[in-house]
């Protein structure tokens, strides 16, 4: 009732500040965007931030329980777990961030492409779309990785192929529903050609559920290449991955179940962050995307 | 106060069909026709305005969206200032759509969201490259919003930060900022509160006395407000013309029933009046385009209709003084 | 005829994100037995919510009903809690609504049948087979053809104008006293409207009830009711008869409404008069007279003293401004 | 709705063609000369050029790849997928053997994430604000985050080595012994059923609070029905249906998940096949897995698909 009341009022408030006070209304919202940007931190500055070489090995010093010296203790190679887990911040986001822009620039034009022209060309996409989505994300990039060779690199293509289909169809719908508005007519009927439509009014319209979806999705990464690493694909040793250093450390569970625990926190806290400051700016951006994403 | 021109005629009709196909089962092959628009001729004279009026189902927008050549029509044509559109292609169009441009019915839909108005007001400036300089956009786009009575000053900013009155009017410049000489308004005003469409009806009516060549087809569903607004008026039922005839004539002398019906189902706010008038109430309601009735198409409806109704289409005929009807019992 | 319902000083507001919106304001009014009554008003004026708000059914939070008394058969409605039995008694029962919407207003994966029966079998204790027979009485009463048949399809397989029949159906199911049609004809076409609004008003003289109708088209009004309220800001600003109010306009905002609308039976060259600036943004209202900033009549009194009360003119015309127009 | 069904059935095929395309391309288009897949290593060493150009040609892998496709395609469609190089065996066989594994343990956490998740869901919005929903939805909110082998291996630590209430690893049928079955699997399912119920359970809450405020929910209160009525009967079931499509997903992601959770409990099913056959090599069986996963997956999505006839009327008459 209310909303269709307020219509006609002029919002004043500038857009911006209510959607920085929405999302800074909510407690895990700014915890995430906390540990978000420490996580940034910690990446760029891990070589200071560390307290040892995450890959020194020392054999003197092997599954060393946590102590002063070493917070989280070391590994059965001698090597300390914290320094470790700070090292592995650049693997998961990296791979996260380049996963994520492969997998949106792709998938983003295939969506609009299949949207914009719709007829023959959205069933082929779309049907191609439906065929990518029937495999498992994880066995797809675990075929994928190993086909291509294995390593970082790999995974991160591996991950953007599994990972583009939610664009696709989400940049897809937009595009259907950008087109039932009537100033998608509005530019035809001034003679625009179609490139114009559909980079000054389509695209920009279908932003602000892609970068709600885009920081959901930094998430998903994140999580698929700790399972992947966890099964031995993506960083070469000594490289340090969170989901590997679960599984080194699974054979010591019975006694050291930090070297387990540790890193396996550090990929719970990073995922949960990025859910909690996607769902954050989905309510904040566009309160309507409840549901949809 | 209108401008004489050649043929005095800016867009004539001649007998426009548009129908779109409906696809059912497996392979989606076509069964039936919506025939949205079925045969309608008519003319719009340079500097007038033509009221297109009609319930929904009636075939106006399509009418309207046809002209614009939105649609391909499947028949017919339209001739607009000398030369039949209804078969160019969207290349050869592209130069008249500088000459007529639409406005439309939902001020916030039709307006992009992530556009500052400035910007949707100077976009034909740019698609058909009528400023040379980024000054003569910039001077332009700021002599348009004077012209609708919006202040330049709020040029940068998006439409959710305007009222609907104001997003209107900023859907007024856009269709003005090409110099086009016929402006299709689609329902441009039934969105807006009873207080804000006033003020619309009358920059309408103020543009047209201002700018001499301007020409609208004005469809709406509201009597009363078609009838303030409009020079002559053209009643659409089921995707055809039942009645063209002037302003006054048409409440003074309605011929066809349907437009009779239509008349009186619009209730005046005066209970005096209301008290004496006659009520004519339609039975059941407007059949599907896709399946319409044959001969006249509203006999099944009409208090006067005869057997002869369902078999003849009735053509539109002059009664006199460009009073035009289709109605055999007329 | 005595009086039906009686609201007095009722106050609706809603905390919103940027403040209080006083959606509602101290408004009174009241409904005879068997009586038409308007409800004019523009959008966000809060007619709507001032009808609501009789069956409690403002979204709680953000809305709240702060003050007032609905006195509906002698009791108190607003003593009821909210979704109890008392309350809920009164909802279809005693009081029913027909909305705006056709489209959005009835459920789309129930049948027409399910959504007419659960009032009687709930308000009449019919049981399945009465109440599906009574359901199918019900539609073709409302001009639904094949009733017995059409009652289990689904809302989508109906027309607009079909589905508001199907909610008057309803709204009449269980016999209430008052039904409270919100802008019941909005959303469609002119033949429709007047064939809807006909029916509306012969059946509920039929059934002996009174009806409410919300709406912004004063010329429904000026066809239809007896007697009605003008809204404008959360407040009632004239009220009195039909004929008092139209033949004899004194709120500035009455007679700008009415000047501002194009007529079927205006002279030729008739200059509308629009009603300058915007309606009200009900955020965060002073308390003087919110039409002020749009009145050309307005003296200085206006922008400094809280609203006028209202005064009487004659009979039960009824006006709230300070300025004798 | 047969018109529906027929069409759904024909674009589910369609779909599943070009899934046989995507993985066969893959296989063959990739680095590495596919005739690596059909023998083993030792004969390899012993074979010469000739011999192996004899191969390809036995194998037809001397054709265009379009004529290679189809070759392949018919031999699938017939549950001919090629000899493993580690099993030893026909690929077909040693997936039958394992497919009955991942899917009990996948079905039932399936199953559990719909009876627990969207009850969940619905509690939470009907509670919207209070400490339930506040509860739930933080719970959900962990489910969707934690990774499903971290779960495992904390579960592992907890019930298994420090409580010793349940066997560690390994899988048990559960006709051979019902009871150790059931204990064996006890982890597993609630490791794979974790996220799905999560996500249910936000998915449900979501839609439940949009549908609630819709106007057809208003009318229901209009007429006097208690909530308990409108909350089942009127929406409930709208709110199901975008629960559903996303359901649909949810089955693939278990099925993905299983990968992972047969990996850390050591349960002998097709994940650890496919884990076990990428390490070593062994594409035949890869490309098997990756095809009949992809297989289950679309039937799976065509049965919840289909459902959404039941739940929503428009398409049942549309």
């Not at chain 1, 990929?267 to 990025?274: A, D, E, K, P, T």
């Not at chain 3, 359901?135 to 639904?144: C, D, T």
């Not at chain 4, 054709?63 to 077909?92: E, M, T």
């Not at chain 4, 982890?187 to 809450?205: E, G, K, N, W, Y």
């Amino acid at each position: 009732m209310q909303r269709t009341d307020m219509t006609e009022t002029p919002l004043h408030a500038s857009e911006f500040r209510r959607i920085m006070k929405v999302l800074f209304s909510r407690g895990v919202v700014v915890f995430g965007i906390v540990v978000i940007l420490a996580l940034f931190v910690t990446a760029i500055f891990a070589p200071w931030i560390a307290p040892y070489d995450p890959y020194k090995l020392d054999l003197n010093q092997t599954l060393v329980q946590p102590c002063k010296e070493h917070l989280l203790g070391t590994d059965a190679l001698g090597r300390d777990t914290l320094s470790r887990i700070i090292f592995g911040t650049r693997t998961s986001l990296m791979v996260g961030v380049v996963a994520v822009c492969i997998a949106a620039s792709v998938g983003m034009t295939m969506g609009l492409i299949a949207g914009y022209f719709g007829r023959w060309v959205h069933a082929i996409i779309m049907r191609f779309i439906d065929a990518l989505m029937a495999f498992p994300v994880i066995l797809l990039a675990l075929v994928i990785a190993v086909l291509l060779g294995g390593g970082l690199r790999n995974v991160m293509i591996a991950l953007g192929i599994g990972l583009l289909p939610a664009y696709a169809r989400l940049m897809c719908g937009q595009v259907l529903s950008v087109k039932e508005n009537d100033y998608f007519l509005a530019g035809r009927a001034m003679g625009a050609g179609n490139l114009r439509i559909m980079f000054r009014h389509v695209v920009p319209n279908c932003f602000p559920p892609l970068i709600v979806l885009i920081t959901m999705m930094m998430g998903l990464t994140i999580l698929a290449e700790a399972g992947l690493s966890f099964l031995g694909i993506g960083i070469e040793p000594p490289g340090a991955a969170w989901g590997a250093m679960v599984n080194d450390g699974y054979q010591y569970l019975l006694t050291h179940p930090i070297l387990s625990f540790a890193p396996g926190f550090a990929i719970m806290l990073v995922v949960f962050s990025f859910n909690m400051v996607g769902d954050g700016l989905r309510d904040a951006l566009d309160p309507r995307l409840r549901g949809v994403l | 106060m209108k401008s004489p021109s050649r043929n005095g005629k800016i867009v004539e009709v001649d007998d426009l069909k548009m129908y779109f196909p409906v696809t059912r089962g497996l392979l989606r092959h076509k069964v039936a026709d919506v025939k949205a628009v079925d045969g309608v001729s008519f003319h719009i004279k340079r500097g007038e305005t033509l009221g297109l009026v009609g319930e929904s189902g009636s075939g106006k927008t399509t009418v309207g969206r046809c002209i614009m050549r939105l649609y391909q029509p499947t028949s017919g044509h339209i001739i607009f200032e000398g030369q039949d559109i209804s078969q160019l292609s969207e290349h050869q169009m592209r130069p008249l759509r500088s000459r007529m441009s639409l406005i439309f019915q939902d001020p916030y839909g039709s307006l992009d969201p992530r556009q500052s108005a400035g910007s949707i007001v100077g976009e034909p400036l740019k698609v058909f490259h009528l400023a040379n300089s980024r000054q003569e956009y910039r001077e332009r786009v700021e002599e348009l919003f004077r012209i609708v009575g919006l202040d330049p000053s709020m040029m940068d900013r998006v439409p959710h930060e305007f009222s609907g009155g104001q997003r209107q009017r900023i859907g007024v410049a856009r269709a003005l900022a090409s110099n086009a000489s016929l402006l299709i308004c689609d329902e441009p005003i039934s969105a807006l509160d009873v207080s804000i469409q006033a003020q619309i009806i009358n920059l309408l009516e103020e543009l047209q006395e201002r700018l001499k060549r301007l020409t609208y087809l004005f469809i709406a569903h509201d009597l009363s407000v078609v009838r303030h607004i409009s020079d002559r008026i053209a009643v659409m039922y089921l995707g055809r013309i039942v009645e063209v005839t002037d302003r006054k004539t048409l409440y003074e002398n309605p011929l066809h029933p349907y437009t009779k019906s239509l008349l009186s189902a619009v209730p005046v706010a005066d209970p005096f009046l209301e008290e004496k008038r006659k009520r004519i109430i339609l039975k059941g309601e407007i059949p599907s385009p896709l399946t319409p009735p044959s001969g006249c198409n509203f006999h099944p409806r009409c208090p006067m209709a005869i057997s002869k109704c369902k078999k003849e289409v009735p053509p539109l005929r002059d009664t006199g003084g460009g009073h035009e009807v289709s109605c055999i019992r007329v | 005829m005595p009086v039906l319902l009686e609201v007095k000083n009722l106050k609706t507001y809603f905390k919103v994100y940027h403040g209080l919106v006083k959606a509602v304001d101290d408004i009174s009014y009241h409904i005879k037995k068997k009586e038409i009554v308007g409800l004019v008003g523009e959008s966000g004026c809060g007619k709507s919510v001032s009808q609501l708000s009789v069956l409690q059914l403002i979204p709680t939070p953000p809305g709240e009903i702060v003050a007032g008394q609905i006195i509906f058969e002698g009791q108190d409605l607003l003593q009821f809690e909210a979704n109890g039995d008392e309350m809920r008694s009164i909802r279809g029962g005693g009081i029913a609504m027909v909305f705006q919407e056709p489209m959005t207003s009835l459920n789309p994966v129930l049948t027409i049948g399910r959504q007419l029966t659960e009032g009687l079998e709930l308000h009449l204790g019919m049981d399945v087979n009465e109440a599906r027979n009574r359901a199918i009485e019900l539609l073709s009463m409302v001009g639904i053809p094949d009733a017995d048949k059409r009652i289990d399809d689904y809302p989508h397989q109906f027309s607009g104008g079909m589905r508001q029949r199907v909610m008057i159906a309803m709204a009449l199911s269980c016999n209430p006293k008052i039904i409270i049609a919100d802008e019941p004809t909005t959303a469609l076409d002119v033949t429709t409207q007047a064939q809807l609004l006909e029916l509306m008003t012969d059946l509920v003289s039929r059934f002996n009830a009174s009806l409410v109708i919300v709406t912004h088209n004063l010329g429904v009004i000026a066809r239809y009711a007896q007697r009605l309220y003008v809204m404008y800001a959360g407040r009632i600003v004239e009220s009195g008869t039909a004929k008092e109010i139209f033949g004899n306009p004194r709120h500035p905002y009455t007679i700008a409404l009415l000047n501002c609308v194009p007529r079927l039976d205006e002279e030729e060259g008739r200059k509308l008069v629009p009603i300058e600036g915007m309606p009200p943004n009900l955020l965060n209202m002073p308390i003087t007279c919110a039409f002020k900033p749009r009145c050309p009549y307005h003296i200085e009194r206006c922008g400094q003293d809280p609203w006028p009360d209202l005064k009487l003119i004659e009979g039960q015309h009824y006006v709230r401004c300070y300025v004798e127009t | 709705m047969t018109t529906y069904i027929i069409r759904r059935v024909i674009q589910s095929m369609l779909v599943l063609v070009m899934v046989t395309m995507i993985v066969f391309l893959v296989m063959r288009l990739l680095p590495g000369d596919p005739i690596y897949m059909l023998i083993t290593e030792d004969d390899l060493i012993q074979s010469s050029e000739e011999k192996i150009a004899a191969l390809r040609h036995e194998f037809g892998l001397d054709k265009p790849i379009p004529v290679q496709y189809i070759n392949w395609f018919s031999a699938a469609v017939c549950g001919d997928l090629g000899v493993s190089i580690i099993h030893r065996g026909k690929v077909a066989k040693e997936i039958i053997g394992r497919l009955p594994i991942t899917l009990h343990i996948g079905l039932l956490a399936f199953i559990i994430s719909i009876v627990v998740g969207i009850p969940l869901g619905v509690v939470s919005a009907v509670r919207r604000g209070r400490w339930l929903d506040t509860g739930v939805t933080l719970l959900a909110n962990l489910g969707i985050t934690i990774p499903v082998f971290w779960l495992g291996i904390l579960m592992i630590y907890f019930f298994a080595l420090y409580l010793g209430i349940l066997p560690v690893q390994g899988y048990t049928s559960p006709f051979e012994d019902f009871w150790m079955s059931t204990r064996k699997i006890i982890m597993p399912v609630f490791c794979l059923s974790v996220f799905p119920i999560a996500s249910a359970a936000r998915q449900t809450r979501s839609s439940m609070l949009e549908i609630m405020r819709q106007d057809y929910i208003r009318t229901a209160w209009a007429k006097g029905l208690r909530e308990r009525l409108i909350i089942v009967r009127h929406a409930l079931k709208n709110a199901l249906i975008p629960v559903v499509t996303l359901k649909g997903l949810m089955f693939r992601n278990i099925i993905g998940g299983s990968v992972l959770v047969e990996t850390v409990f050591n349960i002998p099913g097709m994940g650890r096949l496919a884990v076990d056959g990428v390490i070593s090599h062994d594409y035949a069986i890869v490309q098997g897995i990756v095809l009949l996963i992809a297989t289950v997956v679309l039937v799976v999505n065509l049965v919840v698909d289909l459902s959404y006839g039941w739940l929503d009327p428009r398409i049942r008459y549309g």
